[in-house]
């Protein structure tokens, strides 16, 4: 028996409508109170844009095209004849947009389970007797498996067809080039409504929705909406474990978060934008820390920590770990608000890459001081903190106090430095004497590269930070190492051999030509903080795919973690019972 899973996707891959009137827009459809929503606005310019970029270029080059033949030869080859044809049909009906909305938060806790309410909706440009032939292939499949319960009504005059069993409804209607999947039938209906003009007000005229919308790409290959408004409402409605946390945290959330990409020309662009509940304070980023780099600095984060400081002393009320820190900073004399006053605006972390098979980035952070004194006190806990660890070194450079604690690696020798202007943390004293001698200099080699002038002019102007990756650089660095291991991997493996030549692997400097830089642009106003970036990926994306990997990673571990200790339990069994 297929799972419900695997048959709504195969209904959200073949379903498609009949007529040829331009769709309305998919928040049109939604419900206010809808939390989740994502847009997929047209696929097929979407792949014709993604063969423009970067990520285009790189798949046409004749290296990689070589490496790559055997394995796209072998995998086109051992796709079934009957999958293949499926895929021709589709491609035939020319499926465009696509959408997901979640309208209700699900209850994992629920008894029997609870389904969520979800709505999702797939348009077509292709042929209507292609669509109904490719539609009516996919029922005749669904008769029999676990969504066998199948009936039709008639609403209007669009039919709404009906497959559910006790675990899973679906509720499925089509009408103009549009299909639309429910898992509750009143959704379903509701949209239907909504669709003709007879509905009740929708998400499009919610007004977090309209302030979300002005902040999107001019013509984006996708957007993603999340209402915290009502998020927060559902959860606190429910009644949940952390309803009565989220309540004191409320005011410092924003009302929504939407974030809007499009492959434009050879880079990514992306534009994600959180609407601020309350007002934010001014914020005028003037990137004195550029001076910190060097010639070999492949990556910058910069940020202005105005803004941060509203949250302290509020989190500090409701957060544990806020009050804890706080109750430490007031046996030395300090409080929460003394970081505000002793440090900031501009904090920066630099790292540097020089070439070399044995080189390895570095790591330095600064942070500007207001308040010399109180600087010094802060400085004062962190020496005692590293302490802890054994004998501090001490010296002066260029006018600022270094305190290096020893290390058996003399690459990570933690230093701590202060001067009249900065606060300055080094993961050795290395790092730190090195962006010492870049703002001694008088000019920043980051500045002054073209890379890093023409990746900022993608961008909107940055006055509360940025962050910059030279991504040629880190590509040209990881593979020059990484080549050699994939060579060794693939000619040692019996089952990737026969697809991947190891002598094709292609070479750095095929990579590195078409690796854009990366640059994300941090923009503050009055009732809103928006992330504007450009390069081969984007900000929002990234964060989401390191995530999504790091999630992955950690339940890998956690199994691999049970597993072991299962078995070491019943080997310590089976040892006892042998005694």
């Known amino acids: 028996m297929r799972s419900p899973l695997f048959i709504l996707l195969s209904l959200v891959l073949s379903f498609a409508l009949r007529a040829a009137e331009p769709v309305q827009t998919a928040a049109r459809l939604l419900p206010p109170e809808t939390f989740l929503f994502a847009e997929v606005h047209d696929a097929p310019r979407t792949v014709e844009r993604l063969g423009l970029s970067s990520w285009g270029d790189l798949?046409?080059?004749?290296?990689?095209?070589?490496?790559?033949?055997?394995?796209?030869?072998?995998?086109?080859?051992?796709?079934?004849?009957?999958?293949?044809?499926?895929?021709?049909?589709?491609?035939?009906?020319?499926?465009?947009?696509?959408?997901?909305?979640?309208?209700?938060?699900?209850?994992?806790?629920?008894?029997?389970?609870?389904?969520p309410k979800m709505l999702i909706g797939v348009t077509y440009r292709g042929e209507p007797a292609r669509a109904e032939a490719l539609l009516q292939k996919r029922r005749d499949g669904l008769h029999g498996e676990a969504l066998g319960k199948h009936s039709k009504e008639t609403v209007g005059n669009i039919e709404v067809e009906t497959f559910a069993d006790s675990k899973f409804p679906l509720f499925v209607a089509h009408a103009d080039k549009q299909v639309l999947f429910a898992t509750d039938r009143q959704t379903l209906l509701d949209a239907l409504a909504r669709r003709a003009g007879n509905g009740s007000r929708s998400l499009a005229d919610a007004e977090p929705w309209?302030?979300?919308?002005?902040?999107?790409?001019?013509?984006?290959?996708?957007?993603?909406?999340?209402?915290?408004?009502?998020?927060?409402?559902?959860?606190?409605?429910?009644?949940?474990?952390?309803?009565?946390?989220?309540?004191?945290?409320?005011?410092?959330?924003?009302?929504?978060?939407?974030?809007?990409?499009?492959?434009?020309?050879?880079?990514?662009?992306?534009?994600?934008?959180?609407?601020?509940?309350?007002?934010?304070?001014?914020?005028?980023?003037?990137?004195?820390?550029?001076?910190?780099?060097?010639?070999?600095?492949?990556?910058?984060?910069?940020?202005?920590?105005?803004?941060?400081?509203?949250?302290?002393?509020?989190?500090?009320?409701?957060?544990?770990?806020?009050?804890?820190?706080?109750?430490?900073?007031?046996?030395?004399?300090?409080?929460?608000?003394?970081?505000?006053?002793?440090?900031?605006?501009?904090?920066?972390?630099?790292?540097?890459?020089?070439?070399?098979?044995?080189?390895?980035?570095?790591?330095?952070?600064?942070?500007?001081?207001?308040?010399?004194?109180?600087?010094?006190?802060?400085?004062?806990?962190?020496?005692?903190?590293?302490?802890?660890?054994?004998?501090?070194?001490?010296?002066?450079?260029?006018?600022?106090?270094?305190?290096?604690?020893?290390?058996?690696?003399p690459v990570i020798q933690p230093t701590l430095a202060l001067d009249g202007t900065h606060l300055m943390f080094g993961l050795n004293q290395s790092s730190v004497t090195a962006a010492l001698d870049h703002a001694r200099s008088g000019k920043s080699a980051l500045a002054e590269a073209a890379a890093f002038t023409g990746a900022l002019k993608t961008v909107g102007e940055p006055n509360a930070g940025m962050l910059y990756l030279d991504s040629a650089r880190i590509t040209g660095r990881l593979y020059d190492r990484a080549r050699p291991f994939l060579a060794n991997a693939i000619a040692g493996n019996p089952k990737l051999a026969p697809f991947l030549d190891a002598s094709l692997l292609p070479q750095t400097a095929t990579l590195v030509r078409h690796m854009p830089p990366f640059i994300a642009s941090f923009q503050s106003g009055m009732h809103g903080f928006t992330v504007e970036s450009t390069g081969p990926a984007t900000y929002?994306?990234?964060?989401?795919?390191?995530?999504?990997?790091?999630?992955?990673?950690?339940?890998?571990?956690?199994?691999?973690?049970?597993?072991?200790?299962?078995?070491?339990?019943?080997?310590?069994?089976?040892?006892?019972?042998?005694?």
């Open 59 to 115: 798949a046409r080059e004749p290296e990689v095209r070589d490496f790559f033949r055997k394995l796209i030869d072998a995998v086109a080859h051992e796709v079934p004849v009957e999958a293949r044809a499926i895929l021709d049909e589709i491609v035939r009906v020319e499926p465009s947009g696509a959408f997901f909305a979640l309208v209700e938060m699900p209850d994992m806790m629920a008894v029997p389970r609870f389904i």
């Open 210 to 409: 309209k302030a979300a919308e002005k902040e999107h790409l001019a013509a984006p290959d996708g957007t993603a909406y999340f209402s915290y408004d009502e998020f927060l409402r559902k959860i606190f409605a429910a009644g949940g474990p952390n309803a009565a946390a989220l309540s004191t945290m409320k005011d410092l959330m924003p009302r929504s978060f939407t974030v809007s990409t499009k492959m434009d020309g050879h880079l990514m662009h992306e534009r994600a934008f959180l609407d601020s509940r309350i007002v934010l304070p001014r914020a005028e980023s003037k990137h004195r820390s550029l001076a910190f780099t060097g010639e070999d600095t492949f990556a910058y984060l910069e940020s202005n920590i105005a803004q941060s400081t509203l949250y302290l002393e509020k989190m500090a009320s409701g957060d544990a770990v806020m009050k804890a820190a706080a109750d430490e900073l007031e046996k030395h004399g300090l409080t929460l608000a003394d970081i505000a006053q002793a440090f900031g605006p501009e904090i920066a972390v630099v790292s540097d890459w020089e070439p070399g098979g044995l080189a390895v980035p570095s790591l330095f952070v600064a942070v500007e001081v207001r308040d010399a004194e109180k600087a010094g006190k802060f400085a004062g806990l962190i020496r005692e903190a590293m302490s802890m660890e054994g004998k501090l070194t001490e010296k002066e450079y260029h006018g600022a106090k270094i305190w290096s604690a020893k290390s058996m690696l």
């Open 540 to 579: 929002v994306t990234g964060v989401g795919v390191v995530g999504v990997v790091a999630g992955f990673s950690m339940t890998m571990y956690q199994t691999a973690k049970t597993r072991a200790g299962e078995k070491a339990g019943k080997e310590k069994t089976r040892k006892e019972k042998a005694r």
